[in-house]
Nanobody, 123 residues
Framework: VQLQASGGGLVQAGGSLRLSCAAS????????MAWFRQAPGKEREFVAG????????LYSDSVKGRFTISRDNAKNTGYLQMNSLKPEDTAVYYC?????????????????WGQGTQVTVSS
């Protein structure tokens, strides 16, 4: 499985961006996916996760209420809608796929990773 993340860019505080994660291969629709992010000098952290069907979602406290994770299994694509962006949201955002139907917050649960897309929020 290959994951291609896109949609990052430069936005002012309070603005919005929508990230996409396109998957190639058969595994996508049966597997949980997630978004992580990594800011300079910091460890990669969990942002949001979604189970295989989209019925269950999970968010970090820092983005809850502002970000929405979703997926379209017919298109083999996952999304992260980011609203009310803050400068502290600046990071490289990675999508990831787990080898199971339900995921979680732990990086070790995910074995496929996209290349990352840069999100920069100016104040």
């Amino acid at each position: 499985v290959q994951l291609q993340a896109s949609g990052g860019g430069l936005v002012q505080a309070g603005g919005s961006l929508r990230l996409s994660c396109a998957a190639s291969g058969r595994a996508f629709s049966n597997n949980a996916m997630a978004w992580f992010r990594q800011a300079p000098g910091k460890e990669r952290e969990f942002v949001a996760g979604i189970n295989w069907s989209g019925s269950t979602t999970l968010y970090s406290d820092s983005v809850k209420g502002r970000f929405t994770i979703s997926r379209d299994n017919a298109k083999n694509t996952g999304y992260l809608q980011m609203n009310s962006l803050k400068p502290e949201d600046t990071a490289v955002y990675y999508c990831a796929l787990a080898p199971r139907a339900y995921g979680g917050r732990d990086l070790a649960m995910y074995n496929y990773w996209g290349q990352g897309t840069q999100v920069t929020v100016s104040s």
